[in-house]
C-alpha cells in the first residue's frame, strides 16, 4: 500500500516536472490558432508540426535501423489504419529500441512503438491493440483538441507542455534547440497525458479499428490485464506505457465488455509477427553465443509458437556470434522451407557477406532481388553489399528506388551519399548528405552540404535554382514563426 503511494506520488511527480520544465524555458506564448475548435490546426500544419517533431526527435530518441523490424510494424500500422474513419493515409510507424514498454502518437501520423513493447506482447493482436489505440490518437486529433482546450481553461502547465511541443517544431531560439527537442520528446513519451474523455475515445474506436482489420478486440483487455499483472510483479519498474495510460479494473471492463459486443473475423495471426520478435531477441545486447544456445534449447525442446521464426532467430544469433557453419546450416534449412521468403535470402547474404564469401552473397542476392525487385528490405541489404563491394553505381541506382519510396528515412540518404562520393559524383554525394542532416535535425550541417553542392553546380542553371530552392525552404523552417497572427 505505501509501496503503491510512494509510486504514484513519484508518477505524479515525474508528470509535474515534465509538465513544468517547458515552462522555464521561456515566457511561451502560444501560437494564435484561431477559433477552439477541432480545427485550430490545419491537418496540414499538423503534418509539418508531426514532420519538424520528427526531425527533432531523431537526435533524442534511439531509431531503430532495422528495414526488416521497420517494414513489419508500417505495415501491420497500415492494414490498421485502412480499416479506420481516417482520410489522411500518410502514417509512419516506426520503432524505438528502448526496452522499456511504451507507444506513443505524434501528431500528424506518426506513431512511435519501443522494442520492449514488441517483445511484451503476447500476440500480434495485443500488438496491433495499442497500435490501434495510438492510431486513434492521431485520426481523431486529440493533441489540436487538447490545445484548444489548454487554451480555453487557459491551463498554463498544458499550454506550456504543448507549446514546447510547437516550439521545438517551429526551430525556435537556436540556443535552447536542444533542450527543447529533448523536453518535447520526452514530453510525448512520458508526459503527455491525454484526458480521460480522449483516452476513452481511443481505447473505443481503437478496438473497432482492431476488430475490423481481423484481430481479435479481446486482445485489447488482455493486454492491459498483462500490464497490470507486470506492474504488480515488479513495483519498482512501471512499465512506461502504464504513466501515460492507468489501467483501473474499470477500464479493463469496460473494454471487455466492449469486446464481447463485437463481431470479427478473426485472420491467422502473421509469421512476420513472431520472426520479428525472434530478431529482438537475437539482437539483444546479451552474449550471442549465449542466445544462440537459449533458441537452440528452445528448439529442441519445442518451446516455441512459430518454428521456423525460432529458427531464423537461432540462425541470427548464431551469426552475430560468427558461428558462419552452423549458421550456414540453419539458414539453408529455413530457405528450403520456404525459397520465396526474401528475410531468409537476406539472412543467407549475410552470413555469406560476414564469413568474407562476398561473391557467393552477391549471387544469392542478385537471384532474390531478380524475383522481388520491389522488396524494401532486400533492396537496401542488397543495395549495401554492393556499396561493401565497391560497386557503388550499381548501388546507387537501388538506393535511389529505396530513396523514392521512403523519402523520410535520413540512414537510406547517408547510403546515397556514400554511393554518390564512391561513384565520383560529388555534388550529388552533398545533396544527399544535406537530406540526412535534414531529417535528422540537423539544418546548420545540411545547408552547409547545400552550399558545397552549390560550389559544384557551376554554370548548370536548372541546378542552381532547385539548390537554392532547397536551400530557401531549410532556412524558413529555422526561422521562429513568430508574426503569424
Ligand atoms: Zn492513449
Known amino acids: 500500500m505505501l509501496q503503491t503511494l510512494l509510486r504514484s506520488l513519484l508518477t505524479a511527480g515525474l508528470l509535474l516536472q515534465s509538465l513544468l520544465a517547458p515552462a522555464r524555458a521561456n515566457n511561451i506564448n502560444l501560437p494564435d490558432l484561431g477559433d477552439e475548435s477541432a480545427a485550430v490546426i490545419s491537418p496540414a500544419q499538423e503534418r509539418k508540426l508531426g514532420e519538424d517533431f520528427m526531425r527533432q526527435a531523431r537526435q533524442s530518441l534511439a531509431f531503430l535501423d532495422d528495414p526488416e523490424i521497420n517494414d513489419y510494424i508500417q505495415t501491420l500500422g497500415l492494414k490498421l489504419v485502412s480499416h479506420s474513419a481516417a482520410t489522411q493515409k500518410e502514417f509512419r510507424f516506426f520503432v524505438i529500441n528502448d526496452p522499456t514498454i511504451n507507444a506513443f502518437a505524434v501528431p500528424g501520423g506518426f506513431v512511435g512503438v519501443h522494442t520492449g513493447l514488441i517483445l511484451a506482447a503476447q500476440s500480434e493482436a495485443e500488438l496491433a491493440s495499442v497500435l490501434a489505440h495510438e492510431t486513434t490518437h492521431v485520426i481523431q486529433r486529440h493533441i489540436p483538441r487538447m490545445i484548444a482546450e489548454s487554451q480555453r481553461l487557459n491551463t498554463q502547465a498544458l499550454a506550456a507542455v504543448l507549446a514546447s511541443i510547437l516550439l521545438a517544431s517551429s526551430g525556435r531560439g537556436q540556443g535552447a534547440e536542444a533542450g527543447i527537442a529533448l523536453t518535447s520528446a520526452a514530453v510525448t513519451q512520458k508526459g503527455l497525458n491525454y484526458s480521460r474523455a480522449l483516452e476513452e475515445e481511443a481505447d473505443r474506436l481503437g478496438m473497432g479499428i482492431l476488430a475490423g482489420a481481423g484481430f ?76 544462440a544456445r537459449g533458441f537452440k534449447e528452445n528448439l529442441a525442446q519445442g518451446k516455441y509458437r512459430d518454428a521456423d521464426a525460432e529458427r531464423y532467430g537461432y540462425a541470427l544469433a548464431l551469426l552475430r556470434s560468427r558461428q558462419f557453419a552452423e549458421a550456414r546450416d540453419e539458414g539453408r534449412k529455413l530457405a528450403e522451407r520456404r525459397p520465396n521468403k526474401n528475410a531468409y535470402r537476406v539472412l543467407q547474404a549475410e552470413i555469406e557477406m560476414a564469413a568474407g564469401k562476398t561473391g557467393e552473397a552477391l549471387a544469392v542476392y542478385a537471384s532474390a532481388y531478380k524475383k522481388a525487385p520491389n522488396d524494401p528490405v532486400l533492396r537496401r541489404a542488397y543495395a549495401e553489399a554492393l556499396l561493401k563491394t565497391g560497386q557503388a553505381r550499381e548501388a546507387k541506382v537501388l538506393i535511389k528506388a529505396a530513396v523514392q519510396q521512403q523519402p523520410d528515412d535520413p540512414a537510406l540518404y547517408k547510403m546515397l551519399a556514400q554511393a554518390a562520393g564512391d561513384a565520383g559524383v560529388p555534388l550529388e554525394a552533398h545533396q544527399a548528405m544535406a537530406e540526412h542532416y535534414h531529417l535528422n535535425g540537423n539544418p546548420k550541417a545540411a545547408l552547409d552540404q547545400l552550399q558545397l553542392a552549390v560550389r559544384l553546380a557551376g554554370d548548370n542553371f536548372y541546378l542552381q535554382s532547385s539548390l537554392e530552392a532547397r536551400i530557401v525552404t531549410i532556412k524558413e523552417e529555422m526561422i521562429p514563426s513568430q508574426g503569424k497572427k
Open 216 to 291: 481479435d478486440p479481446h486482445a485489447m483487455p488482455a493486454f492491459f490485464e498483462h500490464m497490470q499483472s507486470l506492474n504488480r510483479l515488479n513495483e519498482s519498474n512501471l512499465p512506461e506505457f502504464l504513466r501515460t495510460h492507468p489501467v483501473t479494473t474499470n477500464r479493463i471492463a469496460d473494454a471487455r465488455n466492449r469486446a464481447e459486443q463485437l463481431t470479427y473475423r478473426q485472420t491467422p495471426e502473421s509469421s512476420e509477427f513472431h520472426h520479428v520478435r525472434a530478431k529482438l531477441r537475437a539482437l539483444a545486447a546479451d552474449n550471442p553465443a549465449e542466445i
